[in-house]
Every structure is written in C-alpha cells, then in structure tokens.
C-alpha cells in the first residue's frame, strides 16, 4: 500500500486480481512457503559464458519519474560496462500495474525475465510458480550476502530461502514541522519516541492551534507497532517458516495500540484519512499547510517532500524527521521495512536467468545501491554503500535520510520485523483498515474492531489458500 502512494505521491505534488493469477496457477506449477525445497546451484554463469552473442533480458521496472530516471542511468551505465548482457528497460507506472501485467503473462506467456515487484506480493509471486528461487543464483554463483543489511534481506527469505533480492526498501518515519512544536511548547529536538508521546503531543499542538495529527489509514504502521513489540501478524513465524492460514494479532498488543488511536482521533486531535483515492496524501499535504503539525508515511517519500519545499510554497514549515514512534517505551522488536525486490523469471532460459543475476546483482552492488540511495532517498542496502563518500556527504548535509538506515540497522531482527508473508496480503490491509474506520466513526470498540479486522483477514487467508489448494 505505502509503496503504491509513494509512485502516486510523486505524480501528486508535481501536478500541485486475485481470479487470474489463481486460475493460472496449477498445483504443480505453485509453491508453498511449507513445500518448497531447498534450493540448489541451477543458476550459475555456464550457459552465459557459453552464449556466442550478448545475452538481451527485459526489465520490468516500478519506478517513478525521478527515481525512474536515475534507474534508467543505472541500467544504462551496466549495458555499457560489459558485451555479455544488455537489459531492455521496460517502465510500467506502478507496482499494481506490473503486478497486474505478471499476472496476466501467466496466460499468455509475456514474462519479463526480472521484474521489480513490491513487498506485499512476495507470497503471491511465490505461488504462481514464474519466478525462480534465487537461493539458486547464491548458491550457483557462490554470491556473498553479509555486507547486506540483514533485515534489508529478511523481507523476501521465506523458509530459509532468498526467493529475491532486495531493492528499493524504505521505512515509516514520523515527519513534522518543528515550528509548530516551538509555538506549542514542545521541543523539536525531542519528538515522540513512543505511540503514548505521540497521543499526547498531539493533544498539546492542537490544543495551541497548531494542528495535530494527521492520520493516514495504512495498515503498514499497525504492522509495524506489532514489529515493535516484536508480535507476528500471522502465524507461523509471520509465514517464514511455513504457510500463513491465520492472523496472530488479535491479541491485548494490538487492543492497545488501537485504543490509543482512538484516544487521539475520538478528542479531534487527530484526522484521518484514506490511503487509497483522492484523499491518500491529505496527511502529507496538511503538514505543509499548517492543518496538520505531524504525520507517518514512507521515509521514500522524503526527497519529493524535501524538494517540494525547496520551491517556497510552504514558508512556514521546518521539516523535521524522526523514527517511527514504537509501540511501547524500552521496545524489544524493530520497525518493519518496506518496498520491491528483483525477482527473476524461472520461465527464462538458463543464458537469461544468469544474465538477470548479473543484472541483479549490479544493482546491488556497493556503488549502485549509493548511487540509488542518493538520488531517491531509498535507504542503502549494503554497510559499505553506507560508507561511501556518496551517502557519507548525503547524511552529513542532510541527515534526515539517515533516520530510515539508522532505524532498520537498530532493533530486533526477528520474524516479526521482517514483516508478514502471506497470500491476499492486500486483501487483509484493506479489512485492517475498514475495522479502524469503523472504530473511528464509533461503531466498534477498539477491542472489537481488532476482532472484526482479525474474523475477516482470516477468512480472506483461508480462501486464498483454498483456490490454489493449499487450504
């Protein structure tokens, strides 16, 4: 959901299903995250090295004006640094829509041989059985992985196995104007660290006229106050060790963290608003005018706020960033990262799905994942891409974007702050989200809203794993 608002977010302020992919997939063609075998060295450099000719992949790329162009740059810069391979870059406008075209290449056999594919589908690209596990390539290519962040990598290792490698990964952050905290008597240098501060700070800056929170309802950040806490979305260790068929927080964790959302919108002293439609950058937007003092949303979305203010428009913003306020104080878990990963395309020959891991791994590379850190404001997936004189000048004239690496380095790696893998993962944000905006207008109470979002994400699990005959 984040990841979609951002493509749109950086439209936005410029300007001022299910049925195919389950009918595609056969029981012999899906993979279940409780079946799927280990992997082996299938994928390694001796077709490629055996090609007469340069090796030509396509690319579906999710990347969005800005961000798309320095991919573009990227990509260009790999074709002319060597004759074995050369990428087609082929752009798509958003990760729904390459979503969709993967889907539908199912059936008419149009697959790209890497594709650039959000977090929320990891499950989803798992069973249609198109992509190849790239443990394979790690293995085949004897590819080393410490230098990457672990919890970067976390996210898209299922049962033990690297099923794609991380790309574009960001991380919810708290953004807010630190002179609206000044004239309501709060310190900037001190924003909240907690849900609870956030609750009450919010109370103070509308109590002063300053506008209080704005609110977007996207069920990443109530993910992610379980991650704090260190508690599973779903079962079976947030489905890394097995197939998630349950939801696992409707717990007293989760009563609480709706509860104190409740306080904060049922006092006014926060709005919400949509994460989908026209309305999803209201939180966003209402810091700039002043409607709002903070707000949470995608630390990838901190270069077109930044450069949006560079412009005047909002002369009375300060921006300051700070990490996502945990769910408790003295936290034992981590925040939840978020964003694409490569995958590669196992319907591609063994020529085209070495040169896709040699794509791949191109961009993962130290001096690309600087280079795309530093011109989009995703966070540097490698400690020594963290080290270069790129990011190390980046961070010491704006250290803002530091707060997103610094966070997902900190804390716990655990199963709950890898983030969930399950089927219909969209499906269950939306019941999440529908249970909160019942709570809001009073309908529910916090303990059952929680019941309400849980019943109906389990029913979507258990429907989802039913049609392609895992249930």
């Known amino acids: 959901m984040r990841t979609r608002r951002f493509t749109a977010l950086t439209l936005t302020l410029a300007l ?20 799927t075998p280990s992997a082996t060295a299938t994928c390694n450099a001796t077709a490629l090295n055996a090609a007469t000719g340069p090796v030509t992949i396509n690319f579906w790329e999710s990347a969005a004006r800005a961000n798309a162009t320095v991919l573009a740059n990227l990509t260009n810069q790999f074709n002319a640094s060597q004759t074995k391979v050369h990428v087609n870059l082929v752009v798509q406008t958003s990760y729904a829509d390459t ?6 290449g199912l059936s008419n056999g149009q697959l790209p041989d890497v594709a650039q594919i959000q977090d929320t589908d990891t499950q989803g690209a798992i069973d249609t059985g198109a992509f190849l596990n790239e443990q394979n390539c790690i293995n085949g290519f004897s590819y080393q992985t410490s230098d990457f962040l672990p919890r970067a990598l976390a996210y898209w290792s299922v049962n033990h196995q690297q099923w794609a490698m991380p790309f574009a990964v960001s ?45 977007v309802l996207d069920p990443w950040h109530f993910e992610t106050w379980l991650a704090t806490e ?6 079976h260790n947030n489905g890394r060790t097995g197939r998630a068929t349950a939801v696992a927080f409707n717990t007293p964790a989760a009563d609480q963290i709706f509860s104190e959302l409740n306080q904060m919108v049922s006092a006014g002293d926060a709005t919400t608003n949509s994460a989908q439609g026209a309305a999803a950058f209201d939180n966003l937007l209402g810091v700039g005018s002043g409607k709002y003092s903070m707000t949470i949303d995608t630390s990838a979305a901190l270069g077109t706020i930044q450069s949006l203010l560079a412009t005047g428009q909002y002369p009375n913003v300060k921006l300051g960033v700070a990490p996502f306020p945990t769910a408790v104080a003295n936290a034992t878990g981590g925040v939840q990262p978020g964003g694409s990963a490569l995958w590669i395309s196992s319907k591609s020959s063994p020529a085209k799905e070495a040169a896709a891991w040699e794509f791949v791994t191109f961009l993962d590379n130290t001096a690309s994942q600087a280079t795309w850190a530093a011109g989009t404001g995703y966070i540097p997936l490698r400690t020594s891409s963290a080290n270069t004189p790129t990011i190390q000048k980046l961070w010491a004239t704006n250290p803002q974007f530091k707060v997103a690496y610094t966070q997902l380095v900190g804390g716990a ?16 944000r939306t019941a999440i989200a529908t249970a909160e905006a019942t709570m809001f207008l009073g309908k529910e109470s916090p303990s059952a809203a929680v019941t309400m979002a849980a019943n109906s994400s389990n029913a979507l699990i258990s429907n989802y794993n039913q049609r392609i005959g895992q249930g």
């Open 413 to 428: 790696a655990t199963y709950a702050s890898a983030g969930a893998v399950l089927g219909s993962f969209d499906d269950v």
């Open 171 to 215: 991380g919810p952050v708290l953004y807010f104007n630190q002179n609206a905290f000044t004239k309501a008597g709060l310190n900037p240098a001190t924003p909240p660290a907690t849900l609870s501060q956030m609750v009450a700070d919010a109370k103070t800056l509308k109590t002063a006229g300053q506008g209080g929170m704005g609110l």
């Open 99 to 104: 979503w969709q075209k993967v889907k539908a």
């Open 16 to 35: 001022g299903g299910s049925a195919t992919l389950l009918a595609a997939c056969s029981s012999s063609g899906s993979s279940s995250s409780t079946t």
């Open 230 to 235: 260190n508690d599973l979305l779903v079962n």
